[in-house]
């Protein structure tokens, strides 16, 4: 009787060691360095870097959402952004903080270049390289590279730089949605005597 | 006889075919001006090769390849050029794009013409590089380069090319016409594509309902190995994906191209350009257009000029615009409207309709999705159309995206088929268009996030080389305050008479100052050598050089005051202790 109670938990024992010596070694061998979820927060951030949400960068502002910030403080990601957010959070999407800025269309940095006097502010700004240019030589905005941030503008001593909306050219134009609007409220052919007598 | 096989769904819409069909290619007159777009391919626009003002010859390169993935475009008549700049391009969206406009001299002067001479006309690399340097790029519609087309990504892979004659779209019969008239081109053209791809066989897809281009094709390949095969007229058979599926029986497998499962289809235009490119030299800068629809008088199939503005074309076959509705390019099913007549036709433009309102109603309300399901009947490429129209329709992207929305052809069978009259194929668009941009968001977003970590990066060993710097510095410093112990040792031993070791051990050591004197003087005559030879080349940066020199200037001075303060120093405490 003891013996086969001695000889269960001994199994068990051996058991748990086992496995415990597997686990052990598992999380050491697969050890994930930092948190997914900030990653997976970054992708979805637009990386603008323009510092709007009140932190420097798009991945501190992931991180600050891991530690439970509001998902509506990045302007330049707008709605979808949020919605992508609060689909991958599984919590409610909420409106922007207008607070932060508001929404808009893709913009780039241009700068005017006969005015630059090459001081080199904006390029110091610029959290993504985007500005060319050495001291007292002009300086211009890198437009496949910019961000649209917005941060070289204040810096520059003599305001020439501008954030300019991008055109649709004949490249990025896509076809426009249909409009939705004809099809609301309307009923079936068939149905519609009953409607009109309703 | 050839088993065929069979595509699902499709559709047959009435062909009004036989309005273009039945009168011989016209040869379309010379227009005012031409207006050439650098781009009418899939892929990066040509480089212009010409500026305003140039005079150019019939066949001259106007643009250039920019890119490997792009086609050159060349002047299709002799004349000069009047400017190079933006302007409307057949495309849906309206928008202007590069093109070159070209004003006739009227005199058709060819320039230099170089078809492939005999001994190279069996090398691929040589045929595929004139092809390529043609100018060649798909016209059945999509404008894809030829010269990739045919360059398959293994050699030997392609084991079937397919020559597709189905056009199966209404109204359009310029391929109908073209075998009629000149099916030994056609047949030319496809004996050189073989030539590249040395394929296991080499079939013609045709539709039924084109017996006297049937006939004219059968009577070219005799004797060349070439089958016709004859297919049931159903829309859209002519899409590569169907024909494909209709002689082979095979799928494209879902994201992939024909030459993975070894087939290679070309249209029937790109055959005829091919051959004229290898054995008359001829660039690509003219094509077979069908006129047609009920606000023509003289509907029919022309040859026009690339870059021809299309109601130069329209007004030829008789346009009364008192009639027309919207003019499309393209076919009822899969064309788009153009918003102005003074585009031009580019390699791609297979049909210009220029329908009456009776003819080309414009689309009624759309009335709610009922769900009758004939829309997922009629999809030629299985895919659940009322579904995608759902998710399109919510915004729901990525749903659509599993739903293989990208494999939709964007045939306009599920629209043609619905009851309620829904624009199924536009919310294909808008939504593929919409997942496309979020990709390129996506790429744009990652190199940001590469630039900013990569500038971070930097910014974080600039702050650890300074901050390294300045602890090498503290630490010299601290050596050097350590250090009096042997600097004032030489004092005691020079004062050793005196017995003196009143030397203060702050004060610095005299072969230290030295050594600093030394290499300020260095570093200043070093800088007014850089100063006067800036000064010869007459730089921008001698001012800058004049300040550094300035700065020595100073720094050797404080070196000898200190040196010699030092000495005195020394001197004073000796003469003091004596």
């Given at each position: 009787m003891w013996m086969s109670i001695l000889i269960a938990v001994g199994a068990l024992v051996l058991l748990a060691m086992v496995f415990g010596a597997l686990l052990g070694y598992a999380s050491e061998r697969f050890r994930v360095e930092g948190n997914p979820l900030v990653d997976q927060i970054d992708a979805l951030l637009p990386q603008t870097q323009c510092g709007q949400c009140g932190f420097p960068g798009c991945r501190p502002y992931a991180q600050s959402i891991v530690d439970g910030d509001a998902i509506n403080k990045c302007p330049p990601g707008g709605e979808s952004t949020i919605q992508a957010l609060a689909d991958l959070l599984d919590v409610e999407p909420q409106p922007l903080d207008a607070e932060h800025g508001e929404e808009h269309p893709r913009r780039v940095a241009v700068i005017r270049e006969d005015e630059c006097i090459g001081c080199t502010k904006c390029i110091q700004a610029c959290p993504v390289d985007a500005i060319l240019g050495a001291a007292r030589h002009m300086h211009t905005v890198i437009e496949s590279e910019c961000t649209g941030c917005d941060l070289c503008v204040d810096p520059c001593p003599v305001d020439c730089i501008d954030m300019v909306e991008l055109a649709t050219d004949i490249h990025s134009w896509r076809w426009d949605r249909p409009d939705a609007s004809p099809m609301t409220g309307q009923v079936i052919a068939s149905d519609r005597s009953t409607e009109a007598r309703a | 006889m050839r088993t065929l096989y069979d595509f699902p769904g499709g559709i047959h819409p009435p062909e009004n075919k036989r309005q273009s069909s039945e009168t011989p290619i016209r040869i379309a007159n010379l227009p005012e001006r031409l207006i050439i777009p650098l781009q009418q391919h899939i892929g990066a626009p040509a480089r212009t090769r010409v500026s305003e003002g140039d005079r150019v010859l019939k066949g001259d390169v106007l643009g250039d390849t920019e890119g490997a993935f792009s086609v050159p475009v060349h002047a299709p008549t002799s004349g000069h050029i009047e400017r190079i700049g933006p302007h409307a391009v057949p495309h849906p969206s309206g928008l202007d794009d590069w093109c070159v406009t070209l004003i006739p001299d009227g005199k058709d002067h060819w320039g230099a013409c170089h078809p492939l001479p005999e001994s190279d006309q069996q090398d691929p690399d040589r045929l595929l590089a004139h092809i390529h340097k043609a100018g060649i790029?798909?016209?059945?519609?999509?404008?894809?380069?030829t010269g990739i087309k045919l360059r398959p990504p293994e050699t030997d892979s392609i084991r079937t090319v397919i020559l597709n004659a189905a056009e199966c779209e209404p109204y359009i019969t310029a391929d109908d016409r073209l075998i009629r008239d000149r099916a030994a081109e056609v047949v030319s053209g496809l004996q050189i594509v073989r030539r590249i791809l040395n394929p296991e066989q080499c079939l013609i897809g045709i539709e039924d309902n084109k017996p006297d281009a049937i006939q004219a094709l059968e009577s070219a390949v005799d004797g060349t190995g070439i089958e016709v095969v004859v297919i049931p007229t159903?829309?859209?058979?002519?899409?590569e994906k169907q024909l494909i599926q209709v002689l082979t029986g095979e799928e494209v497998p879902?994201?992939?191209?024909p030459a993975d499962i070894g087939v290679l289809c070309q249209n029937v235009g790109t055959a005829a350009a091919i051959h004229r490119a290898v054995y008359h030299g001829e660039p690509l800068i003219q094509r077979i257009t069908t006129l047609t629809g009920d606000a023509l008088c003289e509907p029919g199939n022309v040859e026009t000029l690339i870059g021809t503005p299309i109601r130069h074309l329209l007004d030829s076959a008789g346009f009364d615009e008192a009639r027309a509705g919207d003019v499309l390019m393209g076919g009822p099913m899969m064309g788009f409207s153009l918003p102005d007549l003074a585009m031009p036709v580019v390699k791609t433009t297979n049909c210009l309709l220029a329908g009456s309102p009776e003819e080309l109603p414009p689309p009624p309300p759309p009335q709610p999705c009922i769900r009758c399901g004939y829309c997922a009947d009629a999809c030629p490429m299985e895919l659940l159309p009322q579904q995608l129209f759902w998710f399109a329709q919510s915004g729901e992207n990525d749903k659509a995206e599993q739903h293989n929305l990208f494999d939709c052809i964007e045939c306009g069978a599920c629209s043609w088929v619905c009851p309620s009259q829904i624009p199924l194929v536009q919310y294909y668009r808008s939504t593929k268009g919409e997942i496309r941009e979020q990709r390129e968001e996506q790429i744009r977003a990652d190199r940001a996030r590469e630039r900013f970590e990569a500038r971070q990066a930097r910014l974080e060993r600039e702050q650890a080389e300074k901050e390294a710097k300045r602890q090498a510095r503290k630490e010299a410093a601290a050596k050097a305050r350590q250090t009096p112990p042997a600097s004032k040792a030489a004092p005691e031993r020079s004062a050793a008479a005196s017995e003196t070791v009143a030397a203060p051990s702050e004060a610095p050591d005299i072969e230290t100052l030295e050594k600093q004197l030394l290499k300020a003087q260095a570093k200043r005559n070093n800088m007014r050598n850089m100063l006067d030879d800036a000064r010869k080349r007459g730089a921008d940066n001698v001012d800058k050089l004049e300040k550094a020199v300035a700065k020595n200037d100073d720094r050797v001075d404080a070196a000898q005051k200190a040196l010699e303060k030092a000495r005195s120093g020394l001197t004073e405490t000796g003469g003091a202790t004596e």
């Amino acid at each position: 009787m003891w013996m086969s109670i001695l000889i269960a938990v001994g199994a068990l024992v051996l058991l748990a060691m086992v496995f415990g010596a597997l686990l052990g070694y598992a999380s050491e061998r697969f050890r994930v360095e930092g948190n997914p979820l900030v990653d997976q927060i970054d992708a979805l951030l637009p990386q603008t870097q323009c510092g709007q949400c009140g932190f420097p960068g798009c991945r501190p502002y992931a991180q600050s959402i891991v530690d439970g910030d509001a998902i509506n403080k990045c302007p330049p990601g707008g709605e979808s952004t949020i919605q992508a957010l609060a689909d991958l959070l599984d919590v409610e999407p909420q409106p922007l903080d207008a607070e932060h800025g508001e929404e808009h269309p893709r913009r780039v940095a241009v700068i005017r270049e006969d005015e630059c006097i090459g001081c080199t502010k904006c390029i110091q700004a610029c959290p993504v390289d985007a500005i060319l240019g050495a001291a007292r030589h002009m300086h211009t905005v890198i437009e496949s590279e910019c961000t649209g941030c917005d941060l070289c503008v204040d810096p520059c001593p003599v305001d020439c730089i501008d954030m300019v909306e991008l055109a649709t050219d004949i490249h990025s134009w896509r076809w426009d949605r249909p409009d939705a609007s004809p099809m609301t409220g309307q009923v079936i052919a068939s149905d519609r005597s009953t409607e009109a007598r309703a | 006889m050839r088993t065929l096989y069979d595509f699902p769904g499709g559709i047959h819409p009435p062909e009004n075919k036989r309005q273009s069909s039945e009168t011989p290619i016209r040869i379309a007159n010379l227009p005012e001006r031409l207006i050439i777009p650098l781009q009418q391919h899939i892929g990066a626009p040509a480089r212009t090769r010409v500026s305003e003002g140039d005079r150019v010859l019939k066949g001259d390169v106007l643009g250039d390849t920019e890119g490997a993935f792009s086609v050159p475009v060349h002047a299709p008549t002799s004349g000069h050029i009047e400017r190079i700049g933006p302007h409307a391009v057949p495309h849906p969206s309206g928008l202007d794009d590069w093109c070159v406009t070209l004003i006739p001299d009227g005199k058709d002067h060819w320039g230099a013409c170089h078809p492939l001479p005999e001994s190279d006309q069996q090398d691929p690399d040589r045929l595929l590089a004139h092809i390529h340097k043609a100018g060649i790029a798909g016209l059945g519609g999509a404008g894809f380069p030829t010269g990739i087309k045919l360059r398959p990504p293994e050699t030997d892979s392609i084991r079937t090319v397919i020559l597709n004659a189905a056009e199966c779209e209404p109204y359009i019969t310029a391929d109908d016409r073209l075998i009629r008239d000149r099916a030994a081109e056609v047949v030319s053209g496809l004996q050189i594509v073989r030539r590249i791809l040395n394929p296991e066989q080499c079939l013609i897809g045709i539709e039924d309902n084109k017996p006297d281009a049937i006939q004219a094709l059968e009577s070219a390949v005799d004797g060349t190995g070439i089958e016709v095969v004859v297919i049931p007229t159903r829309y859209p058979s002519g899409g590569e994906k169907q024909l494909i599926q209709v002689l082979t029986g095979e799928e494209v497998p879902h994201g992939g191209i024909p030459a993975d499962i070894g087939v290679l289809c070309q249209n029937v235009g790109t055959a005829a350009a091919i051959h004229r490119a290898v054995y008359h030299g001829e660039p690509l800068i003219q094509r077979i257009t069908t006129l047609t629809g009920d606000a023509l008088c003289e509907p029919g199939n022309v040859e026009t000029l690339i870059g021809t503005p299309i109601r130069h074309l329209l007004d030829s076959a008789g346009f009364d615009e008192a009639r027309a509705g919207d003019v499309l390019m393209g076919g009822p099913m899969m064309g788009f409207s153009l918003p102005d007549l003074a585009m031009p036709v580019v390699k791609t433009t297979n049909c210009l309709l220029a329908g009456s309102p009776e003819e080309l109603p414009p689309p009624p309300p759309p009335q709610p999705c009922i769900r009758c399901g004939y829309c997922a009947d009629a999809c030629p490429m299985e895919l659940l159309p009322q579904q995608l129209f759902w998710f399109a329709q919510s915004g729901e992207n990525d749903k659509a995206e599993q739903h293989n929305l990208f494999d939709c052809i964007e045939c306009g069978a599920c629209s043609w088929v619905c009851p309620s009259q829904i624009p199924l194929v536009q919310y294909y668009r808008s939504t593929k268009g919409e997942i496309r941009e979020q990709r390129e968001e996506q790429i744009r977003a990652d190199r940001a996030r590469e630039r900013f970590e990569a500038r971070q990066a930097r910014l974080e060993r600039e702050q650890a080389e300074k901050e390294a710097k300045r602890q090498a510095r503290k630490e010299a410093a601290a050596k050097a305050r350590q250090t009096p112990p042997a600097s004032k040792a030489a004092p005691e031993r020079s004062a050793a008479a005196s017995e003196t070791v009143a030397a203060p051990s702050e004060a610095p050591d005299i072969e230290t100052l030295e050594k600093q004197l030394l290499k300020a003087q260095a570093k200043r005559n070093n800088m007014r050598n850089m100063l006067d030879d800036a000064r010869k080349r007459g730089a921008d940066n001698v001012d800058k050089l004049e300040k550094a020199v300035a700065k020595n200037d100073d720094r050797v001075d404080a070196a000898q005051k200190a040196l010699e303060k030092a000495r005195s120093g020394l001197t004073e405490t000796g003469g003091a202790t004596e």
